[in-house]
């Protein structure tokens, strides 16, 4: 009685696994299952992008995850390959499962893994999965020319348990990333996607995405290059006022001066310590050395301008040795005056020759100083010539230089 009561006991149970195992309940990988042959599973990838962001080294992205595989249980040629049934979630521990995750993610970054309530099952044997993530990444970023340059963000797709002997990570052939109509970028702009596989798999199964993420123009424009550009064109629009006007020009360069500083000690204070943007502290150096040459062309314009009061100014009219009064004398008209009345005079005393000449000499050299001499005024507008010739090679230069020799670097 007892052992055939076992032998019926037994009997249920091996039929029972065998209903099971036909059914596709058991978690047996698809290679492991008699039907496949051994043949290695082959897991279709393909991402749906809708929220992107990048600072700096780092990058956010929450996206959608759509896998899909073959596995010989579901396989039912009595119906119609293009219907399928539908597994609950609560089932999923009875269905196998690519065990993909993203090797790159910083610690603690995931904030949200989530499956679809269903796992869609055809009676072809294809299965589709849709998993929910939003991580924060690593991405490469070009210092040197940023923000000019591109930066790449690099994203892989492993593996956790399974060897690339049994289980093949592959992108979709067709549309293997896609893109959010509505996509949030935060003032960057993904304008290049590369799905590849992965140089080496001796770690297991892997593929790679490949992000080519470039900052809108626009944005930088307005933060850092219009407001230092303005602040040079300000500082040349001191040069048109006269120099005289020591308070005016003054304010205009400290005051500029102030303005392009703290933008550039703004831009450190953003962005950490190890962080050196090339690009962005050459331009605030290279407008702050305008901005000091224009402070200093000032002063010596200033100086210049003191010195020539005190040594251009018109000669005193020379008062002769035996007048006391402060009236000035005209020792040309009393010469001529003098020299009528006495025509008959053979000789002049030798007092009033050696004033006449005296008072001729200086007239003339400071007749020669007043055509010869460069004015302050002129100083000023040579100056504001070059002052913008300067800043237009500037321009010229830095632009071709981060644009195309940066590359290099």
């Not at 999923?92 to 869609?120: C, L, S």
């Not at 990333?177 to 992965?198: D, F, G, W």
Request: with cysteine; aromatic share 12%.
């Amino acid at each position: 009685m007892v052992p055939s009561c076992y032998s019926y006991f037994m009997t249920f149970l091996v039929f029972s696994l065998d209903l099971i195992t036909s059914s596709g309940a058991v978690i047996l990988p698809p290679w492991e299952v008699p039907d496949n042959g051994g043949k290695e599973t082959k897991v279709t990838m393909s991402l749906y992008v809708t929220q992107f962001r990048s600072v700096l080294f780092d990058a956010e992205m929450t996206f959608d995850i759509h896998q899909s595989w073959t596995d010989p249980r579901f396989k039912n040629t009595s119906r119609n390959p293009n219907d399928y049934n539908v597994y609950r979630a609560e089932e999923f521990e009875n269905i196998w499962r690519p065990d993909t995750y993203i090797a790159n993610e910083m610690p603690n970054g995931v904030f949200e893994t989530t499956p679809t309530d269903n796992i869609y099952a055809y009676f072809n044997g294809s299965l589709f999965l849709t998993t929910r993530h939003s991580i924060i990444f690593h991405c490469d970023v070009k210092l040197f020319a940023l923000p000019i340059k591109d930066e790449t963000c690099s994203l892989y797709f492993k593996s956790a348990s399974y060897v690339s002997k049994n289980l093949k990570l592959t992108w979709e052939q067709v549309n293997p990333v896609l893109y959010s109509q509505n996509m949030e970028t935060y003032a960057v702009k993904i304008h290049k996607t590369e799905p590849k596989r992965c140089p080496l798999e001796k770690d297991g199964p892997c593929v790679h995405l490949l992000l080519h993420v470039q900052r809108t123009y626009q944005v930088m424009i307005v933060q850092v290059y219009l407001p230092s550009t303005c602040i040079v064109v300000i500082t040349w629009l001191g040069f048109w006022i006269h120099h005289t006007e020591v308070s005016s020009r003054t304010r205009i360069s400290t005051i500029s001066l102030t303005a392009i500083v703290t933008e550039s000690v703004a831009v450190l204070i953003i962005n950490p310590d190890q962080v050196h943007m090339a690009a962005i502290e050459a331009w605030n150096s290279g407008c702050m050395v305008l901005i000091t040459l224009a402070f200093l062309e000032f002063v010596i314009v200033h100086n210049y301008h003191r010195r020539e009061i005190r040594t251009n100014s018109v000669p005193k009219s020379i008062q002769t040795k035996k007048g006391t009064s402060s009236r000035p004398i005209n020792i040309s008209a009393n010469f001529k005056a003098n020299n009528k009345k006495n025509r008959t005079k053979p000789n002049l005393s030798k007092e009033r020759i050696y004033i006449v000449e005296m008072e001729a000499g200086a007239n003339k050299t400071h007749e020669n100083r007043k055509t010869r001499r460069i004015t302050p005024e002129t100083i000023d507008k040579i100056s504001s010539v070059i002052y913008i010739l300067l800043f237009v090679l500037f321009n010229v230069y830095y632009w071709s230089f981060f644009l195309t020799e940066a590359d290099k670097q």
